[in-house]
Nanobody, 115 residues
Framework: QVQLVESGGGLVQPGGSLRLSCAASGTIFSINDMGWYRQTLGKERELVAAITSGGRTNYADSVKGRFTISRDNAKYTVYLQMNSLKPEDTAVYYC?????????WGQGTLVTVSS
């Protein structure tokens, strides 16, 4: 059974940085697209950033120029470097990946941007 485990969330001041990590474990034959989503109370989950197996990236307009997604295929891991964080970036961040052709979600990690 494949699992995604996120880490790196926490409390940061506005203007600060955080790096999220998400590692896949289990019996893995292939990982295609990987991505990060976020969700706040009362709102739908939204795409933050995505990366293909070939390294092509896609970002939400609200994070372009501030967030960077990357992946290490050898470690089955995807990262989200978040810079210049704003209070409106506060959310639970979820990792998503297509593993062995099946979409898998992580449990989420809370990011709070506040002074």
């Amino acid at each position: 059974q494949v699992q995604l485990v996120e880490s790196g969330g926490g409390l940061v001041q506005p203007g600060g940085s955080l790096r999220l990590s998400c590692a896949a474990s289990g019996t893995i034959f292939s990982i295609n697209d990987m991505g990060w989503y976020r969700q706040t109370l009362g709102k739908e989950r939204e795409l933050v950033a995505a990366i293909t197996s070939g390294g092509r990236t896609n970002y939400a307009d609200s994070v372009k120029g501030r967030f960077t997604i990357s992946r290490d295929n050898a470690k089955y891991t995807v990262y989200l470097q978040m810079n210049s964080l704003k209070p409106e970036d506060t959310a639970v961040y979820y990792c998503d990946a297509v593993v062995n052709t099946i979409e898998v979600w992580g449990q989420g990690t809370l990011v709070t941007v506040s002074s």
